[in-house]
Each structure stands twice: as structure tokens, then as C-alpha cells.
């Protein structure tokens, strides 16, 4: 019989995961550490095997136990965005919002679904360009929100995470191995020129532009069919494809901002709500630049 997993075992056993003790997770949830040690005891004989390894100064995972801790992160995680989705306010009313290509297939799709499907009476569009047209369009009030790019933290705006640009290969082509290094640039692009180009020349790196494109998607097809490599944010690498690190003999381009804009004047809740929504899905983002 397939063993029933309650909610509450899996709140303990993920408060013991990452407390790295039974103690503290004690502290942690507002229970007693007999409360919690029971909850675990009771995870694993429904299991059948031990999740935890003892030792003198708190546990560890034992192999099922590492198995089980992203099931239960998903678990928990569910359950509070129920909560959160059935007590706060139904959202109503529109919301235009501006992101950039590099985000438009991989980070924002599933979050911006999910925000569409919380708030039924918000009618949602968005707008995928550049950073200068999506401000230009935030001005004229086309737009309610925009997320654009900067070159440092500084100035309008709020920093939602930084996104180092960095050299992307193929990971079946060894393109970053010839000289001339073949590489994809933007047309009459001064952010090409300056910063992807100027990195190369700094490095000594002798390279011809062998794909010249208009965006994102044109980059990654070059790198994909091993033509080229292609400066590109590091959080969206194409499937296939590996970063170019210091070790390959290419460093970091530049640390991007990720910066988020509104337009002039008072913003609805259902702004307000899409606003830290984008928070939430670049937190990730956030908190790696925090740790560098």
C-alpha cells in the first residue's frame, strides 16, 4: 500500500532538513524537539527506512532522506501559495507589462501563467522588446511596467537582481577553440562593440563576427548550430549550451541590473500586484548577486 505523507510530517521533516538539527527546527516551528522527533519517527515508518543519520551534533540526509527533501520543498511551497492565493483580494483590471527577450521562454512565462490564472479578473499583456523602446513606451503610458537592463545599480528604478553577461558556446561544437574566435554580435550595437567585443580585446582573443542578428533568439541558434559563440545572460543559457568561464579563457562580460520601471502617476493594486510577482521571480537572481 502506498504509504499517505501528511502535510504536517513533511512541514517537520523539511523545518529538521535544513535546521540540520531536530532542535532547532523545534525552535524554528514552535513546537517541542519530542513533538518534532515524533513527526520524524512517524515520516519514516510510513516510509519504511530511515531519512536521517544521527550524529552527536545534529542529522544529516541519508540517500532516501535527499531523495525526499525536493518533493517536500514542493509540497510546502504549494500549500503556502493556496494560502496565499485564497486570502488575499481577487485582483481586477489590466495590467501591461514589458519584459525583455532574454526572459521572454525561460523565467517569466511560468510566473506570469501563474499570476494570470491567481488574480482570472486581471486582463494581462505583454510587451517583449528592448530596454529603450520599453521605456519609451512606459512614457508615452503604453505600459505599465517594464523590465529593462542597466549597466550598473545606480539611477531609476528598482534593482531586481544582477545578471552577469557572459560567453556561451555550444557544448557538441568547439567553436571557442578556433582563431579567429567566430562569435554572434547585435547590428550596430555600441553595447557589442564596447563591452562583448572590448572583453575579447582585452583578453588578447583574436575573433571575426560570424552571425550578426536582431535578438535574443537569432544568438541562441547561432550558438545552438555551433556556428558562433554569443554573449548572453547567464541565467538564460540555452538548453545545450555551457558558459565560456575564466578557466576557458573567457571571464564575465559585464554584470547586467535587472531594473524594474513604472510609469508616471498612482498604480492599481493589480500593478502593484504584478510588480511583486516580478520581485518573486527574480529573487533567485537577487539573492546570487547578495552572495558574490
Known amino acids: 500500500m502506498v504509504p499517505t505523507l501528511d502535510s504536517d510530517l513533511m512541514h517537520g521533516f523539511l523545518a529538521v532538513a535544513e535546521a540540520g538539527s531536530v532542535t532547532r527546527a523545534a525552535a524554528r516551528l514552535g513546537r517541542t524537539q519530542s513533538a518534532v522527533s515524533m513527526q520524524i519517527r512517524r515520516l519514516e515508518e510510513a516510509l519504511g527506512q530511515p531519512l536521517f543519520e544521527r550524529q552527536p551534533r545534529g542529522v544529516v540526509l541519508t540517500a532516501r532522506g535527499a531523495q525526499l527533501l525536493p518533493y517536500a520543498r514542493r509540497v510546502v511551497?504549494?500549500?503556502?501559495?493556496?494560502?496565499?492565493?485564497?486570502?488575499?483580494?481577487?485582483?481586477?483590471?489590466?495590467?501591461?507589462?514589458?519584459?525583455?527577450?532574454?526572459?521572454?521562454?525561460?523565467?517569466?512565462p511560468s510566473a506570469l501563467a501563474a499570476f494570470a490564472a491567481r488574480h482570472p479578473g486581471v486582463e494581462v499583456s505583454v510587451?517583449?522588446?528592448?530596454?529603450?523602446?520599453?521605456?519609451?513606451?512606459?512614457?508615452?503610458?503604453?505600459?505599465?511596467?517594464?523590465?529593462?537592463?542597466?549597466?550598473?545599480?545606480?539611477?531609476?528604478?528598482?534593482?531586481?537582481g544582477v545578471d552577469p553577461t557572459v560567453w556561451v558556446t555550444s557544448a557538441v561544437h568547439g567553436q571557442h577553440l578556433r582563431r579567429p574566435l567566430p562569435i554572434a554580435a547585435f547590428f550596430r550595437s555600441?553595447?557589442?562593440?564596447?563591452?562583448?567585443?572590448?572583453?575579447?580585446?582585452?583578453?588578447?582573443?583574436?575573433?571575426?563576427?560570424?552571425?550578426?542578428?536582431?535578438?535574443?533568439?537569432?544568438?541562441?541558434?547561432?550558438?545552438?548550430?555551433g556556428l558562433a559563440v554569443a554573449p548572453l545572460a547567464r541565467s538564460a543559457l540555452p538548453d545545450g549550451c555551457r558558459e565560456l568561464t575564466a578557466e576557458d579563457g573567457f571571464p564575465p562580460i559585464d554584470a547586467t541590473a535587472i531594473v524594474l520601471h513604472r510609469a508616471p502617476g498612482g498604480a492599481s493594486a493589480a500593478v502593484e500586484g504584478m510588480a511583486e510577482m516580478l520581485r518573486k521571480a527574480f529573487r533567485p537572481l537577487a539573492a546570487q548577486g547578495a552572495g558574490a
Open 77 to 108: 511551497d504549494l500549500l503556502a501559495e493556496a494560502g496565499q492565493a485564497l486570502r488575499e483580494r481577487p485582483l481586477a483590471g489590466t495590467v501591461r507589462v514589458g519584459i525583455p527577450e532574454e526572459y521572454g521562454e525561460r523565467l517569466l
Open 127 to 160: 510587451r517583449v522588446d528592448y530596454s529603450e523602446p520599453q521605456l519609451a513606451a512606459l512614457a508615452d503610458g503604453a505600459i505599465d511596467l517594464a523590465v529593462t537592463f542597466a549597466p550598473g545599480q545606480e539611477g531609476p528604478g528598482e534593482v531586481l
Open 190 to 225: 555600441n553595447w557589442c562593440r564596447d563591452y562583448a567585443e572590448g572583453s575579447l580585446r582585452r583578453q588578447g582573443i583574436d575573433y571575426r563576427v560570424a552571425w550578426e542578428c536582431d535578438t535574443h533568439g537569432g544568438m541562441e541558434q547561432a550558438v545552438r548550430a
